[in-house]
């Protein structure tokens, strides 16, 4: 690998904070090994490769074919690359979904395989439909992508939308399959992909949205994240050493001390510190959501210099793939590898996969300061780049219109360099705005009608899913639903700080509903009738920054026509909220 040195800013660096690990686990403990121990003695049977290389692609081994999900099936019937390697894709949009449908090969590919190009197909809702999602390291954007993608939906009327995601990502909406090869060239045009960014794959890369542009940035980490997209999908050509994983991946590098990536929820975080005077990262690893267990990231107690960073994703990778299990899908992420090697066995595992099966260990020299208040990207602010600034805008829920991306495209070009940054919070950034033209900026009638740079302090934190509007696995439609018990909240309390809030569909919790400060998760309730009706189990106390933990159920199966009262009294005791009725009273 080439040796690069990206730019970054030592703050004074603060005392490291030693503890074990406990509930709620906190982010910086790297000196510190958790409690999770490695078995005293870890047969060698275990600790052979269950995948093997054939013919380029890595293929489960037949002694270890026993017990295996339906999806590790699919993959053994049909390699899911060769619709990339073999040009399938083409001759399968060829067909039409009634001859699909009567070919179990087929309706495979369709409804399983095509996640490994980014395709899911929404056979539940919007049949013959598929949801496109891309590949956009570090959430960065360019006018020129953005106009594209508006293009793409444009055509689908009612049916085609943008998301943007909580993985700082597009997704695009209503797309059919017939369209999917020109649209397959239309994105490497443009410089995009939507290459493994679905099923047992890593998803984005996801980095600091204010890269390059923060004046207190620790690194600008847009070299490591477009380096791990780069490595992941080979060039866009396809990795296949890293398309059949036990399950999904996730991987983020932090350069802000604001924490913007949210570290605690990745399976591989790069956390920024130097050692002896070198600059590199200190590793968590392990955490992930999934509807039976959630888990925040544990110290791997190893720390990578900054040009180690993808020999380092390349050895925890290939741990994972060689050893994860494949059987119940609800036990195959990677902290579930973990837990059964112990911290210690795992970590060996990676040590042994690495250039020189050398590891250093975590350095206490951590340059995240632990006593940071995160800061509102919203709005406008100073860029380090003298008379320049950015822009954040509220996208409530993240949803856009195809007319919406083009009128952002243009306000990038005209008022900036043509970029546009996403976040996980599912907001646009627009970057290097001169500063004279900032007043003339928040006039447009985009910002002053839609996307607000000031929006009310209840909307701020708003994310939301997809929700059963377009996801087979939604329980509960979540945009709409969100947006209106929010502007209902907002007109019965008062409160004088932004209040987390985050809404998924159903127990997958791709709204990480654990880390906000009110979430709910859809479900099915019972009213006051006892008849079955759409509710939402309502979890509190997720925080997120230094002192990260994971929230808990407070209420479970509250009907969803009741939340609004059930959220005004959380904000009222718990938040400092003040009812309007008697904010009123006492003017």
């Not at 036990?246 to 924490?259: A, F, Q, Y």
């Amino acid at each position: 690998m080439s040796s690069f040195s990206p730019k970054f800013l030592t703050p004074p660096l603060p005392r490291c904070r030693a503890s074990a690990r406990k509930k709620p686990t906190r982010l910086f403990t790297a000196v510190s090994p958790p409690a999770t121990a490695a078995p005293a003695e870890m047969e060698a049977a275990r600790l052979e490769p269950r995948v093997e290389e054939r013919a380029g692609y890595w293929v489960l081994k037949e002694k270890f074919r026993q017990g295996i999900n339906p999806q590790e099936k699919v993959k053994l019937e049909k390699e899911p690359m060769k619709l990339v390697t073999e040009n399938g894709i083409a001759e399968l949009a060829k067909l039409t979904m009634e001859d699909i449908d009567s070919n179990k090969l087929n309706k495979d590919d369709v409804d399983v395989r095509l996640k490994w190009l980014g395709l899911f197909h929404r056979r539940k809702h919007q049949y013959g439909r598929f949801m496109m999602r891309l590949k956009l390291p570090n959430g960065v954007t360019t006018s020129e992508q953005t106009r594209y993608l508006a293009s793409v939906i444009r055509k689908y009327g009612k049916e085609g939308c943008a998301d943007v995601t909580t993985r700082q990502n597009w997704q695009i909406r209503g797309v059919v399959l017939p369209d999917v090869p020109e649209i397959l060239q239309g994105l490497a045009g443009v410089g995009l992909t939507s290459l493994q960014s679905g099923m047992d794959n890593v998803r984005n890369p996801v980095g600091n949205p204010l890269a390059g542009i923060d004046p207190d940035e620790i690194v600008d980490t847009r070299a490591y994240t477009n380096l791990l997209s780069q490595f992941i999908t080979a060039n866009s050509a396809g990795n296949l050493a890293l398309t059949n994983l036990p399950r999904k991946w996730n991987v983020c590098v932090v350069g802000s001390h604001d924490l913007y990536e949210h570290p605690h929820i990745n399976d591989l975080a790069y956390m920024p510190a130097t050692k002896d005077g070198r600059f590199g990262f200190n590793l968590l690893v392990g955490g992930f959501f999934s509807p039976k267990r959630c888990e925040e990231a544990i110290p791997l107690d190893a720390w990578v210099s900054g040009d180690d960073v993808i020999p380092l994703c390349k050895a925890v990778l290939e741990a994972f793939r060689d050893l994860g299990t494949r059987g119940n899908r609800q036990k195959t992420r990677m902290m579930w590898l973990i837990d059964e090697l112990g911290i210690e066995g795992f970590r060996a595992e990676v040590e042994k996969r690495m250039p020189n099966q050398e590891l250093e260990q975590s350095s206490p020299e951590e340059l995240v300061e632990k006593k940071w208040e995160r800061r509102d990207y919203l709005g406008v602010h100073p860029q380090k780049q003298q008379g320049l600034s950015y822009i954040g805008l509220h996208i409530p829920v993240g949803r856009l219109q195809a007319d919406e991306m083009d009128s952002l495209a243009r306000l990038a070009d005209e008022y900036g360099t043509g970029e546009l940054r996403l976040t996980v919070e599912q907001n646009i950034v627009i970057p290097n705005i001169e500063n004279s033209k900032i007043e003339s900026l928040l006039k447009e009638p985009l910002l002053t009608e839609r996307f607000s740079p000031e929006p009310p302090i209840l909307m701020k934190g708003l994310v939301a899913c997809t929700g059963s509007q377009f996801c087979g696995q939604g329980i509960i439609e979540t945009k709409a639903r969100a947006l209106k018990v929010t502007e209902e909240v907002g007109r019965l309390v008062s409160v004088d700080r932004p209040v987390r809030m985050h809404w998924t569909g159903c127990p997958n919790t791709c709204g990480q509903v654990q880390v906000a400060d009110i979430g709910f998760m859809g479900c099915m309730a019972r009213d006051e009738n006892g008849k079955t009706c759409e509710g939402a189990d309502v979890y509190l106390g997720g925080k997120i920054g230094s002192d990260s933990h994971l929230g808990e159920i407070y209420k479970k199966s509250v009907p969803c026509k009741d939340l609004v009262p059930v959220v005004v009294n959380i904000l009222v005791e718990k938040f400092g909220g003040v009812l309007r009725e008697r904010e009123e009273a006492e003017d």
